[in-house]
């Protein structure tokens, strides 16, 4: 016996990759339902072999529905995902309204497993930003081992990350560059993106952080250890697909890199590949399409004592988005709901 499975924002990148990702992994599905808003109804979206016409979010009843995955933004998730887990649908939600709600359990399976039994006060379940979702699978392993003090993270994140607008953006500008008359102005990001890059992902706060560096310090305290300090600096890349950090990690025992490596190569969600040679290393374009986030450079860091840096790349829309919400469900089913 299998579940009742709806995917709302199913025509979006987050929602398509959901429903392709139910299927690759043969999450146990009796029945599917794909929801859009009205101006998206009836678009035909992939589901396996089959093909789904999408239906009206406003028009539907989450009633005898099991699991709700969630990829509509925060406006569209406060008004419809209340509704549902009202109507005893369980809902597993990518955007960031509940993040932060100390009633709802925010979950990387590979961290923190045990949080979904949490999911009961508010029947939802949070999916981390997507930048947080890669570095936290790498760090509580070692965190496990050596114990971190603090983390410096920059990252390099895609354009994906943004939505389907600001793939079409960095394509226009991109072509703009080569052929006359086919310029392309900025309008999803505040400056150009092709053959650029932009120190500015979300609103800026008082603090001079934007909001993106704020939610990788927050989710990374709440998902894997409060005394850990985090600071960020994301930056957005012209790359489409996949999103890359560098990570000095501050321990509070020596870790030696070579046995960090041996524990990453253990821990779950986790492909190591580090060779000290042209090429030895993975890039954004290798991840993509991937589940595994992949880590690479891992080495001393001399300048300080117990001190390490590592490279990170991850497909965002799989590790950060969609992948992280089925594995959820996934240990939803594991531990609590025991069906399919």
């Not at 760090?139 to 939505?163: C, E, F, M, N, W």
């Not at 080569?178 to 092709?194: L, N």
């Not at 880590?295 to 001190?307: A, C, H, L, P």
Request: aromatic residues 8%.
């Amino acid at each position: 016996m299998g579940y009742k499975v709806v995917v709302c924002g199913a025509t979006g990148n987050v929602g398509r990759e959901m429903l392709n990702i139910l299927a690759e992994r043969q999450f146990p599905v009796d029945e599917i339902a794909a929801l859009a808003s009205r101006k998206s109804m009836g678009t035909e979206v992939s589901f396996g072999d089959k093909t789904l016409k999408t239906k009206d979010l406003e028009q539907f009843d989450f009633t005898g529905w099991d699991i709700a995955f969630f990829a509509v933004g925060s406006e569209a998730t406060k008004k419809f995902a209340p509704m549902a887990a009202k109507a005893g649908c369980i809902v597993i939600d990518n955007s960031s309204l509940y993040r932060y709600d100390p009633d709802v359990p925010l979950v990387v399976p590979e961290v923190n497993p045990e949080a979904v039994e949490d999911y009961a006060k508010k029947n939802i379940i949070a999916n981390p930003n997507c930048s947080t979702a890669q570095m936290v699978v790498v760090l509580k392993p070692l965190h496990d081992r050596a114990r971190i003090k603090r983390v410096v993270v920059s990252t390099y994140q895609s354009v994906s990350g943004t939505g389907k607008e600001a793939i079409d953006e960095l394509w226009d500008q991109t072509k703009g560059m080569y052929v006359p008359g086919q310029e392309r102005e900025p309008k999803v990001y505040p400056k150009q993106i092709a053959f650029n890059v932009i120190p500015h992902i979300d609103s800026f706060m008082d603090s001079g952080d934007t909001r993106e560096e704020w939610k990788m310090v927050a989710e990374t305290k709440k998902i894997v250890d409060p005394a850990i300090k985090v600071t960020a600096t994301c930056v957005r890349v012209p790359v489409f697909v996949g999103h890359s950090e560098a990570v000095n990690i501050e321990f509070e025992d020596f870790l030696d890199e070579d046995e960090a490596r041996d524990i990453l190569r253990e821990a779950p969600g986790i492909l190591v590949v580090d060779k000290r040679e042209d090429g030895g290393y993975v890039t954004p374009v290798e991840c993509v399409g991937e589940f595994a986030t992949f880590v690479s450079r891992i080495r001393q860091d001399s300048t300080i004592e117990n001190g390490l840096n590592l490279w990170i790349v991850s497909d965002n829309l799989r590790k950060g988005a969609a992948l992280n919400a089925v594995q959820i469900a996934e240990t939803l089913g594991a531990r609590v709901l025991k069906k399919g």
